[in-house]
């Protein structure tokens, strides 16, 4: 995610709800700065940007500029230091320089205000822990098979079985009626004084 700073103004609305409790450089954050300000080349400055959470604890992490023309980078690889309690998070961020004078103190050029984000809590489960993943995936197929058993149980016993029952006997007393018909052999005279008459079978004498 890229945000380009205003002036002074840094602008957090893209990013004001994109963190939750408990993450460790899940994000990263460009902050693109002009490399001048009131006259001062901020290319030789040192970043760093701070935050307050919601208990008044402290964050700092050390932001590494890379200068592209008039601009410079600073990438937030986002620590979990910001992101250990929910709720309200202060921002800002500081350019310094190292001062001339025999102390060598650093000096504070510029803070970049920034409006607050908020850092989403985690949810938290109660009663007993829930079983892993692979348990969960094993669980759940059980369940899938189970639910699909049943359904057919419940269309096998919506079945009307008596009436199958009926019905095949219905079908095996026309087998036998067919079965127990007489064969019928048309044949000419002459032709039935000659053959061998066959049991069960009705003759036709035709015309020649």
């Not at 309690?85 to 001339?100: C, F, P, V, Y």
């Not at 025999?102 to 109660?126: D, H, L, R, W």
């Not at 039935?192 to 049991?199: G, L, N």
Request: charged letters at 25%; hydrophobic letters at 40%; glycine letters at 4%.
């Amino acid at each position: 995610m890229i945000i380009y700073a205003k002036g002074k103004n840094i602008p957090t609305f893209p990013f004001s709800r994109l963190l939750t409790k408990g993450e460790k450089l899940s994000d990263t954050v460009t902050f693109v700065l002009d490399r001048y300000h009131n006259g001062i080349d901020l290319s030789d400055c040192s970043f760093l940007i701070r935050g307050v959470n919601s208990q008044a604890q402290e964050a700092q992490q050390a932001l590494l500029p890379k200068v592209q023309n008039e601009k410079i980078h600073l990438s937030w690889n986002i620590s979990e230091y910001f992101t250990a309690a929910d709720g309200r998070l202060e921002l800002e961020i500081r350019a310094s320089k190292t001062a001339d004078d025999k102390a060598q103190q650093e000096e504070v050029i510029v803070k970049y205000t920034m409006a607050p984000v908020f850092v989403k809590p985690s949810p938290n489960g109660e009663n007993q822990a829930l079983p892993d993943t692979a348990e969960q995936a094993v669980t759940e197929i059980a369940a899938a098979a189970a639910a699909g058993l049943e359904s057919i149980r419940a269309e096998v016993i919506s079945l009307n079985l008596d009436e199958v029952d009926k019905r095949l006997s219905e079908m095996d007393a026309k087998i036998d009626i067919f079965l127990a018909r007489p064969e019928v052999i048309p044949v000419t005279k002459s032709e039935y004084s000659t053959i061998t008459h066959k049991p069960d079978a009705l003759y036709v004498i035709v015309e020649d």
